[in-house]
């Protein structure tokens, strides 16, 4: 599938996020979440620590890369939540950031970031991290 980007107006990245907060981390290589801890912020950026690793690792990375997640109050058996952020495996074989609209069973209604609602869509859980 190849998505028109539609750009949206959002909060500037020092209104959403503070220094100290611990956020998820998502690494492309890896393509996994990894917790994190904000050092500093920058525009889009943020500078930060991950939790258990040394200042060895600590690097900026990219809002669009970053979520908050409480993995520990969440609706289901698969710790995800409607309004958590998560990145979707798609047919064209590339990660998309998405925002879970809504669960049922062991199927999210997923709504993809800087994209219209005619995108929106119901993946399995094997499509999404």
């Given at each position: 599938m190849?998505?028109a980007?539609i ?13 100290g907060?611990?956020?998820?981390v998502?690494d492309g290589?890896e ?6 801890t904000?050092d500093k912020?920058?525009?889009?950026r943020?500078?930060?620590?991950y939790?258990?690793q040394?200042?060895?690792n600590n690097?900026?990375v990219d809002e669009?890369d970053?979520c908050?997640r ?8 698969n ?7 998560v990145?979707?495996?798609?047919d064209?074989e590339?990660?998309y950031?998405?925002?879970?609209g809504n669960i049922?069973?062991q199927q999210y ?5 800087g994209?219209?609602?005619s995108?929106d ?6 499509d999404i991290?």
């Amino acid at each position: 599938m190849i998505k028109a980007e539609i750009k949206s107006e959002n909060l500037a990245t020092s209104d959403k996020y503070t220094v100290g907060q611990t956020i998820e981390v998502w690494d492309g290589e890896e393509e996994d979440w990894y917790r994190a801890t904000i050092d500093k912020i920058e525009k889009n950026r943020l500078f930060v620590n991950y939790v258990g690793q040394g200042s060895s690792n600590n690097e900026w990375v990219d809002e669009e890369d970053v979520c908050i997640r409480d993995r520990n109050n969440s609706s289901d058996e698969n710790g995800y939540a409607i309004g958590h952020k998560v990145k979707v495996w798609d047919d064209d074989e590339e990660w998309y950031s998405a925002i879970i609209g809504n669960i049922q069973n062991q199927q999210y209604l997923v709504q993809y970031i800087g994209y219209d609602s005619s995108y929106d869509e119901w993946v399995d859980i094997e499509d999404i991290c």
